[in-house]
């Protein structure tokens, strides 16, 4: 089982979430709105005594649990439908999960999803 982490631009999220209910047994997906900064931000300091200005973006952070096998599906779904070619489209990462649990019926790992 894998879990993919992808934190896309808010004006991209509809886009991404039609791709991916075009994939086949898309096993659903967790999203949250996430605020942080990236390397290279800007900072003004407009006087001596103001606190930093500093630029929070805001992502959109999508969250999904797969088999071994979709992640390659998956994966390009949001590539491309995330991709607007300027800086800050946003990240995906793929880990390893070593276990679930469904927890109305008992089911482990990939029954589980």
Do not use: W
């Not at 898309?26 to 005594?49: D, L």
């Amino acid at each position: 089982m894998k879990r993919i982490i992808a934190l896309i631009r808010p004006v991209m999220r509809d886009d991404v979430i039609a791709a991916l209910h075009l994939v086949e047994d898309f096993p659903g997906a967790v999203m949250t709105e996430i605020q942080g900064i990236r390397r290279g931000t800007h900072q003004k300091i407009k006087e001596k005594n103001e606190l930093l200005t500093i630029g929070f973006r805001t992502y959109i952070r999508i969250e999904i649990i797969c088999t071994d096998s979709q992640v390659p599906i998956l994966f390009e779904a949001i590539r491309a439908n995330a991709h607007t070619g300027k800086p800050g489209d946003g990240k995906i990462f793929v880990s390893s999960m070593e276990s679930a649990l469904r927890i109305s019926n008992g089911q482990t790992d990939e029954e589980a999803l």
